[in-house]
């Protein structure tokens, strides 16, 4: 059994036998309060080889933050109010910790929610997701059938003048409980809602992928800024803390340099007669669906830009499910530091939703990396005549919450948001590179980019 000093000298990075001060303590709490963690666990350690055990520019989302007009919440939360209530100490520091106290805000003060959109994501996750967001409270909804709107309505307690049909989406704008609307709608519809919504006055929340087109994508970021409002793509991975410690790991070289990613998220997707097998409300297959999850989140841990891809598609001959979509995409990107990943998507396997960083001196696996909870971190590296494989004991989070309460503290703080609407295009850029590609039977180049988070907001609060 390893002391807790030694797992506090592994996350500062320092040799495992160094006393650990009452600084280094603090430090550690602190680095895994910010990514959800506080306990790693040894699960192999023995004498075989490893296989054998188990800023921006004024276009890009650093600018300077619009003024908001009066319709938005009062946009100061006291700081008092946000400092957690400091309770009298039970457990010794070596014992597991509770955290800090909640620090949620007043229903009066949280940001207003309109959902767009009663489908499974709305109904499954974000809905439920309310009841742990601490600055985000729903308070309208928008959907084609009464019936079902109504029985929501009264599960979440959505007044019945605040429920809207899509013809009457327009009329959002004179509800002043509304500050931010989240589209969950086909993909092919979020530009159009993205750019009504915007001109109805509220800031937006954009379910991925962003827009079918990298047209589009420009289309809602300049509806957005001409309506002086927040774009926000809902891109839940970069807020949740298994992600972000990776991240953390990567861009401080803890295994050192890293060389590859391999990543892959896919899934036997069924019923042809489903939105998501139509190209002009899914915009493509399996690519934008859920490879687009290995494609951002390679992007976000490395925060650097690729500058080629390779891609190869193939569709089953005559499954009804891939007459308009792709069934499967498996592509490369090249990225200015040298580092090459392999991507693997697909609406026609079994469900497998993970990916793995090879750097000089270890590994770092995420499997599943991809799913709503339940994601595992793994890491390995030498330790004298073994290769030592830990297992990260993070916190789950609820990525839909956490996500909400970031757009919500930039609406309140008037702050870009850590994934804008520029986050989003990227990406549509990126998979429209890799569609031309396999097309053309030959790498794509892409416009270098050095800047790292060229097309980030600032750093979310830890929550
Ligand atoms: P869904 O099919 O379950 O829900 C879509 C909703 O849109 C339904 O209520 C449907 O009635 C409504 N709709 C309105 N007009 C429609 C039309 N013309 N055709 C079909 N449906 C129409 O889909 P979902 O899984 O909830 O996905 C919604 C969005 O959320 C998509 O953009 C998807 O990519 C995204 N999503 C994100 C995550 C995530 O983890 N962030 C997970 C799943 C889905």
Excluded at 20 to 42: E, K, M, N, P
Excluded at 89 to 94: F, L, P, S
Excluded at 136 to 165: R, T
Aim: aromatic share 6%; hydrophobic share 35%.
């Amino acid at each position: 059994m390893k002391s807790i000093d030694h797992f506090v000298n592994l996350l500062l990075d320092q040799p495992a036998t160094k006393p650990v001060s009452r600084q280094d303590f603090l430090q550690f709490t602190s680095r895994s309060l910010a990514v959800g963690a506080i306990g790693s666990t040894l699960i192999a350690c023995e004498k075989k080889p490893e296989t054998t055990t188990s800023t921006p520019t004024a276009s890009t989302p650093g600018g300077a933050a619009p003024k908001l007009p009066a319709t938005s919440p009062p946009a100061t939360v006291p700081a008092e109010q946000q400092k957690p209530i400091e309770l009298e100490q039970i457990k010794a520091k070596t014992e597991q910790q509770e955290g800090d106290t909640p620090t949620p805000m007043p229903e009066d003060q949280r940001v207003g929610y309109a959902l767009v959109g009663l489908g499974h994501l709305t109904l499954n996750q974000i809905l439920p997701a309310f009841g742990a967001c601490k600055k985000s409270k729903v308070v309208a909804l928008v959907s084609g059938s009464p019936e079902k709107m109504q029985k929501v309505a009264a599960q979440y307690g959505v007044k019945k003048e605040s429920c809207y049909s899509y013809a009457d989406y327009d009329k959002l704008k004179d509800n002043k409980d509304v500050q931010a609307i989240y589209i969950v709608l086909p993909n092919g519809m979020h530009a159009e809602y993205t750019v009504r919504g915007a001109q109805a006055g509220k800031h937006i929340l954009c379910e991925k992928p962003m827009a079918n087109s990298a047209a589009e994508c420009q289309t809602m970021i300049d509806a957005c800024k001409k309506a002086d409002r927040k774009l926000m793509i809902a891109y839940r991975i970069q807020y949740e803390p298994h992600n972000r410690m990776v991240r953390d790991m990567v861009q401080t070289a803890k295994f050192g340099k890293v060389k590859s990613i391999i990543a892959n998220n896919g899934q036997n997707s069924d019923n042809p007669k489903h939105w998501r097998f139509n190209k002009a409300l899914a915009g493509g297959g399996s690519l934008p669906d859920v490879g687009l999850y290995c494609l951002n989140t390679i992007r976000y841990v490395l925060g650097e830009e690729p500058t080629e891809v390779m891609g190869y598609i193939h569709s089953t001959p005559d499954d009804p499910r891939f007459k308009e979509v792709e069934e499967q995409v498996n592509w490369i990107m090249k990225f200015p530091s040298g580092v090459q990943t392999s991507c693997a998507t697909s609406y026609g396997h079994h469900d497998d939703k993970s990916y793995r960083v090879l750097a000089d001196t270890g590994w770092i696996k995420m499997d599943p990396a991809f799913p709503y909870k339940g994601l595992k971190l793994e890491t390995s590296q030498a330790q004298g005549e073994v290769n030592q494989i830990i297992e990260h004991s993070i916190s789950d989070k609820d990525h839909f919450a956490t996500e909400m309460d970031h757009f919500s503290e930039c609406i309140l703080d008037n702050k870009i948001p850590f994934t804008p609407g520029e986050e989003g295009l990227q990406d549509q850029k990126i998979m429209e590179a890799i569609y031309q590609s396999a097309k053309d039977g030959k790498p794509v180049k892409l416009e270098t980019i050095t800047k790292k988070d060229a097309f980030r907001g600032p750093e979310p609060k830890a929550s």
